[in-house]
């Protein structure tokens, strides 16, 4: 890991940046449209058109790149986000948030991607899983120290805008002025949905169902905590405690999820985040124990990301997994655009506690189809299984891929090891027996 820090420094810098001003602004405008009397509903529709934006983007990114090459899609992007983000305050019409969001999700999808095919691009087949690691580790810092930024100045005023597009700006030049040029992008085996489908169903379902409850995360909780009443110191906590929990969780289920069923696993986190949705329902009048439903939830949640990932590539082919990474990111693309606005009319129609009461349902959906699924398939063997590799939703489609190549070959090289560890005890065995 130090090895990586050491020559990716530039690069984890700029995306820690990078994740501040996102993380910043998902939860900045959260809090003002609520101060400036946008509905439930009108909110759920901004914070849905990041999703769209950036769905879009990791369908269009690639050839971008193709075309002009990694430096420029980067830095013209860019500049589109803090431009976008000076723009909000000055138009404050929900129509106007909408179309910015949409340009925001797709600039930062397309930055992702760029910044994280530099970063596949560095990293060896010695040091891929903790360069992994680190880029996540970074990410999620990113979205929590951006919530402390929130109680700096009032965020009625113009400061709290021009922090993240400031932010967004720095974070190019240690990217920048570090990287080197990186191979054009290959094209990609197509997988269609039916075809993803058949090959997990567990896998699609669950990742539809998480895209909507990370996005109800990402965005609509700054809208919950301000229709709820927080004040303003509570809003960052109560935001923050999601991604503290989604942190410290990742690698006890990760290392769970190599030792056991991933089903099993998957229905107890779904079922344990879903009964604390619940908790927050009904004792939401206690701050404390909404830092606490939040730090579950965010806690058991994310890391299903990379569990439904993890279990869907236990049935794939290594030359498939590509191609079913596209096809799971789009499913949870398109469960990201669903979710905010399910859960802003929800709230529109039950108040605040829609909220939870939309979480719940979708989490403990999942756990009821998870446990289905275990009666209509056996449980793969140990040795058929691909490796854990914690990923934040956030992550693009290099990422994912990155990911699941570096899990399978990491399953590959351990299964080997052991064959050939067992060859070896049988042939001692054997010597001693003459």
Same mark, same amino acid.
């Given at each position: 890991?130090?090895?990586?820090?050491?020559?990716?420094?530039?690069?984890?810098? +700029?995306?820690?940046?990078?994740?501040?001003?996102?993380?910043?602004?998902?939860?900045?405008?959260?809090?003002?449209?609520?101060?400036? +009397?946008?509905?439930?509903?009108?909110?759920?529709?901004?914070? @849905?058109?990041?999703?769209?934006?950036?769905?879009?983007?990791?369908?269009?990114?690639?050839?971008?790149?193709?075309?002009?090459?990694?430096?420029?899609?980067?830095?013209?992007?860019?500049?589109?986000?803090?431009?976008?983000?000076?723009?909000?305050?000055?138009?404050?019409?929900?129509?106007?948030?909408?179309?910015?969001? $949409?340009?925001?999700?797709? %600039?930062?999808?397309?930055?992702?991607?760029?910044?994280?095919?530099?970063?596949?691009?560095?990293?060896?087949?010695?040091?891929?899983?903790?360069?992994?690691?680190?880029?996540?580790?970074?990410?999620?810092?990113?979205?929590?120290?951006?919530?402390?930024?929130?109680?700096?100045?009032?965020?009625?005023?113009?400061?709290?805008?021009?922090?993240?597009?400031?932010?967004?700006?720095?974070?190019?030049?240690?990217?920048?002025?570090?990287?080197?040029?990186?191979?054009?992008?290959?094209?990609?085996?197509?997988?269609?949905? $039916?075809?993803?489908?058949?090959?997990?169903?567990?896998? %699609?379902?669950?990742?539809?169902?998480?895209?909507?409850?990370?996005?109800?995360?990402?965005?609509?909780?700054? $809208?919950?905590?301000?229709?709820?009443?927080?004040?303003?110191?509570?809003?960052?906590?109560?935001?923050?405690?999601?991604?503290?929990?989604?942190?410290?969780?990742?690698?006890?289920?990760?290392?769970?999820?190599?030792?056991?069923?991933?089903?099993?696993?998957?229905?107890?986190?779904?079922?344990?985040?879903?009964?604390?949705?619940?908790?927050?329902?009904?004792?939401?009048?206690?701050?404390?124990?909404? $830092?606490?439903?939040?730090?579950?939830?965010?806690?058991?949640?994310?890391?299903?990301?990379?569990?439904?990932?993890?279990?869907?590539?236990?049935?794939?082919?290594?030359?498939?997994?590509?191609?079913?990474?596209?096809?799971?990111?789009?499913?949870?693309?398109?469960?990201?655009?669903?979710?905010?606005?399910?859960?802003?009319?929800?709230?529109?129609?039950?108040?605040?506690?829609?909220?939870?009461?939309?979480?719940?349902?979708?989490?403990?959906?999942?756990? +009821?189809?998870?446990?289905?699924?275990?009666?209509?398939?056996?449980?793969? @063997?140990?040795?058929?299984?691909?490796?854990?590799?914690?990923?934040?939703?956030?992550? @693009?489609?290099?990422?994912?891929?990155?990911?699941?190549?570096?899990?399978?070959?990491?399953?590959?090289?351990?299964?080997?090891?052991?064959?050939?560890?067992?060859?070896?005890?049988?042939?001692?065995?054997?010597?001693?027996?003459?």
């Amino acid at each position: 890991m130090l090895t990586v820090i050491r020559t990716s420094w530039p690069l984890l810098l +700029g995306m820690l940046l990078l994740m501040l001003g996102n993380g910043l602004q998902g939860s900045l405008l959260g809090v003002r449209g609520s101060t400036l +009397g946008f509905s439930s509903v009108e909110m759920s529709l901004v914070m @849905s058109a990041y999703f769209a934006g950036f769905l879009l983007a990791s369908r269009v990114t690639p050839d971008m790149i193709r075309r002009v090459g990694h430096v420029r899609v980067f830095a013209a992007l860019g500049s589109f986000v803090s431009a976008a983000l000076l723009l909000f305050p000055t138009i404050q019409d929900p129509i106007a948030w909408i179309i910015g969001r $949409v340009v925001i999700g797709f %600039c930062f999808c397309g930055v992702y991607v760029t910044a994280e095919s530099w970063l596949n691009n560095s990293a060896t087949n010695e040091n891929r899983g903790q360069a992994l690691s680190a880029y996540m580790i970074v990410q999620m810092l990113g979205i929590i120290i951006a919530q402390g930024l929130l109680v700096v100045p009032d965020p009625s005023g113009y400061l709290l805008f021009v922090i993240p597009s400031v932010l967004v700006s720095i974070a190019f030049a240690p990217i920048l002025l570090s990287i080197s040029p990186t191979p054009a992008f290959e094209s990609t085996k197509r997988m269609t949905l $039916v075809e993803l489908y058949k090959t997990s169903p567990l896998g %699609c379902v669950g990742m539809f169902l998480m895209g909507s409850v990370f996005a109800a995360q990402f965005g609509m909780a700054a $809208v919950y905590a301000t229709e709820a009443g927080l004040s303003i110191g509570q809003i960052p906590i109560f935001t923050a405690a999601f991604y503290v929990g989604a942190l410290i969780f990742q690698y006890p289920v990760g290392w769970l999820s190599d030792r056991f069923d991933r089903r099993v696993l998957i229905a107890l986190s779904a079922l344990i985040a879903g009964l604390a949705s619940l908790m927050g329902m009904f004792f939401g009048g206690n701050f404390y124990v909404l $830092v606490a439903a939040a730090f579950l939830i965010g806690g058991l949640s994310n890391p299903l990301y990379s569990l439904l990932i993890a279990y869907t590539n236990d049935f794939l082919q290594h030359e498939d997994m590509a191609a079913a990474s596209a096809g799971l990111l789009f499913v949870n693309g398109v469960g990201a655009i669903a979710g905010p606005v399910i859960i802003g009319y929800a709230m529109q129609v039950m108040g605040p506690p829609g909220y939870f009461i939309l979480l719940a349902f979708v989490l403990l959906a999942l756990t +009821g189809y998870a446990f289905y699924r275990m009666t209509q398939r056996r449980a793969p @063997s140990s040795d058929e299984t691909s490796a854990y590799q914690g990923m934040m939703p956030t992550a @693009s489609p290099v990422t994912v891929e990155f990911a699941s190549e570096w899990a399978i070959e990491t399953a590959e090289a351990e299964a080997e090891a052991e064959a050939e560890a067992q060859d070896a005890a049988e042939a001692k065995k054997e010597a001693g027996a003459v």
